[in-house]
């Protein structure tokens, strides 16, 4: 089992900043792909950028330019520093980890942009 814990969410006001961090523990060997994803009231949870452990990216086009992802894969840990935030960007943040066989979610961390 893999266990992930986020953590940085919060308020701020548009064109604020602010970073997330999650980190995984368990049987983490066998993750190949960390990422964050969010889910605003009402809609769908939806990719925000992604990591692989080879080291490749991946973003959402809303977030292109403005989030940028980083991982640590000696320590299992995903980062996302999101820069120019918008109201659109509200919405609850979920770590993911992803394996072969199956993907893993953290508990989720409340980010709220409004003036």
């Known amino acids: 089992q893999v266990q992930l814990v986020e953590s940085g969410g919060g308020s701020v006001q548009p064109g604020g900043s602010l970073r997330l961090s999650c980190a995984a523990s368990?049987?983490?060997?066998?993750?190949?792909?960390m990422g964050w994803y969010r889910q605003a009231p009402g809609k769908q949870r939806e990719l925000v950028a992604t990591?692989?452990?080879?080291?490749?990216?991946n973003y959402a086009g809303s977030v292109k330019g403005r989030f940028t992802i980083s991982g640590d894969n000696a320590k299992n840990m995903v980062g996302l520093q999101m820069n120019s935030l918008e109201a659109e960007d509200t919405a609850v943040y979920y770590c993911?980890?992803?394996?072969?066989?199956?993907?893993?979610w953290g508990q989720g961390t409340q980010v709220t942009v409004a003036s």
């Open positions: 993911s980890g992803r394996t072969y066989v199956r993907d893993y």
């Open positions: 368990g049987i983490t060997f066998n993750i190949y792909s």
């Open positions: 990591f692989t452990t080879s080291g490749s990216t």
